[in-house]
């Protein structure tokens, strides 16, 4: 069979709209920017107070289930570099439906994810500034100041892409050498072994596996790693892409695990071991690396600390608010959005549009989740359920499109896809109940909007069979959650729970492996039915994503 005819990349919107400036050290920057974030400032004291020095064990474990989900992404973004790559990919392997529910659940949490960042600047401000905070959440002043900041998110970026890397890399460089320095010193200065095994405080593992995976799932871990991903969305705005991006994701999720292991080892060490005597769960801290600086006698470094807890939290929202415009762009691009949204402005070359609109939902996420902590499980949950359709995208593409160039290829698939989506569920269940069944209402709302362009774009009833698999997920985690003993009814006892959602997980990778299309029947019959490889910028895919 012969390949479909290379064409030429003037046509792709993609190629025309945007510019492509992000060097690999950008692209470096970005995922690290995304990665240390308010989750240093907050992850390992959340941790430590759900699992005592078993955190550590949560942190190696949520490096971990990211990088199972990171692998497969790295194989997609080589394959078809795009903007707001994603939630297109599963586009491509099982049509509207699918795609859909990615979209819905990567865009509006990733809009939230400047506000959670501005929430986390405000929480470390209101030490010093007390009236941005009363009692567990922001005050008016603090939400007023702390959407002040989603604006002045929203204007860097609005400025162009080179404006943002110019921006994002002297704030990534500083992120890392504030936390890579309080590990120093803390280790140096104030370290107190005893504190991993102490008996009054509850031992090794205080709260036992089921502290640890929910530490894993909530405080903070899993919301921390995600950043790493961010170079995905911005595919059509690198250099070389297909080629730099993987590297770059797969190096700072190894960077990014080493640094949160040592800061997690660095806080249980310095903690002053009579705070432990009521045990890990009575810890208080409010700005949690400034309070322990202080009680140790380091006030100096403390204040280092309270600079980089609006510059750390700045630059993850920074990067964030790139990342989701251009899922929303890619969204407007799919005919999931208005046209408009996928809009790309001549003179900056970004999605303008999109950039605002995600700025004001972002601000309205501000006031039913007025804290850090309330915002991130959340976050989390639909972030999982999204990765948890990535091991049966590439699965399926692997049948579909067998030629197609992969600059980075998943080893060991059919052994570490079906574990990814395996972990995915787990994850979304530890999460616990109600979150779980909050979150998948949320979901269900995004259906109704799918059902509503269904009938506008006349999409073919082929794209909602191949997307039962991931309805009947929706549907099973959250009743597993109510049945279960992470915040649940314990009807389903533990283990066999989580033994009963694991097993689930494998099982909705083999329907969502076989419930997969050839790219033409995914793309409504505009591909090349037995085509070897197919090209960005052919006219299939492009006219695929402007009429769909």
């Known amino acids: 069979m012969d390949p479909v005819k290379q064409y030429q990349p003037a046509v792709d919107p993609d190629v025309t709209g945007y510019r492509r400036a992000l060097s690999f050290r950008d692209l470096m920057m970005v995922s690290l920017s995304g990665v240390v974030g308010s989750g240093w400032l907050f992850g390992a004291y959340n941790a430590a107070k759900v699992s005592g020095a078993g955190s550590l064990i949560a942190w190696a474990l949520g490096g971990i289930a990211i990088l199972l989900s990171t692998l497969p992404n790295s194989e997609l973004v080589g394959m078809f570099p795009r903007a707001g790559g994603a939630m297109r990919y599963p586009l491509y392997s099982h049509g509207s439906l699918v795609g859909f529910l ?6 509006i949490p990733g809009a939230a994810g400047a506000a959670t960042e501005a929430a986390a600047v405000i929480q470390y401000a209101s030490s010093y500034w007390p009236t941005l905070y009363s009692g567990q959440r922001m005050s008016p002043l603090g939400m007023a100041v702390a959407a002040f900041l989603v604006i002045l998110f929203a204007y860097v970026n609005i400025l162009g892409i080179r404006w943002f890397a110019r921006i994002n890399t002297p704030l990534t460089v500083v992120k890392l050498i504030v936390p890579g320095g309080t590990i120093i010193i803390l280790l140096a200065t104030s370290f107190h072994p005893a504190n991993f095994t102490s008996v009054a405080s509850g031992g090794l593992l205080p709260t036992g596996m089921k502290g640890i995976f929910v530490a894993l799932a ?12 961010g170079p995905i969305q911005l595919a059509a705005e690198a250099k070389n892409p297909r080629r730099q991006i ?23 060490g310095a903690i002053p071991s009579h705070l432990l005597m009521a045990g890990w769960g009575n810890l208080n801290f409010n700005a949690p690396f400034v309070e322990l600086l202080v009680s140790v006698n380091l006030v100096w470094v403390s204040y280092i600390l309270y600079a980089d807890a609006i510059i750390s939290p700045s630059g993850t929202a920074l990067t964030g608010t790139a990342v989701v415009a251009r899922i929303l762009y890619a969204m407007g691009l799919q005919g999931f959005a208005p046209k408009r949204l996928a809009q790309i402005d001549p003179k900056r070359g970004v999605p303008v549009v999109s950039i605002i609109v995600n700025s004001i939902i972002g601000i309205i996420f501000l006031l039913p989740f007025p804290s850090w902590q309330s915002l991130i499980s959340v976050v989390v949950t639909c972030a999982v359920f999204t990765n948890l359709v990535v091991p049966a995208t590439v699965s399926v593409l692997r049948r579909t499109v067998p030629n197609q160039e992969r600059p980075f290829k998943v080893p060991l698939l059919n052994l570490t896809a079906p574990v990814a989506s395996a972990v995915s569920c787990l994850i979304m269940y530890w999460v616990g109940w109600p979150v779980t069944g ?21 999409w073919p009833w082929r794209h909602v069979r191949a997307g039962i698999w991931l309805v009947l997920a929706m549907v099973f985690i959250p009743l597993m959650s109510f049945l279960g003993t992470f915040g649940g009814k314990g009807i389903v006892p533990a283990p066999w729970d989580s033994i009963i959602v694991a097993l689930s997980g494998v099982l909705f990778w083999l329907l969502g492996r076989y419930s997969g299309l050839s790219l033409p029947a995914a793309m409504n019959g505009r591909g090349i039915e037995g085509a070897e490889v197919y090209s960005v910028e052919a006219p299939e895919l492009i006219d695929f994503d402007l009429n769909f």
Request: net charge positive; proline share 2%; hydrophobic share 65%.
């Open 102 to 107: 990615v979209a819905w659940g990567s865009w």
């Open 218 to 229: 909530t405080s903070g871990i899993i919301y921390s790693y995600l950043g790493s991903t």
């Open 246 to 268: 993987p590297v770059a994701i797969l190096a700072v999720v190894g960077v990014s695990m080493a640094l949160y292991l040592f800061l997690q080892v660095a806080f249980i």
């Open 438 to 458: 909050r979150v998948m209402l949320f979901f269900a709302i995004g259906i109704v909007f799918y059902f509503i362009a269904f009938r506008r774009q006349k």
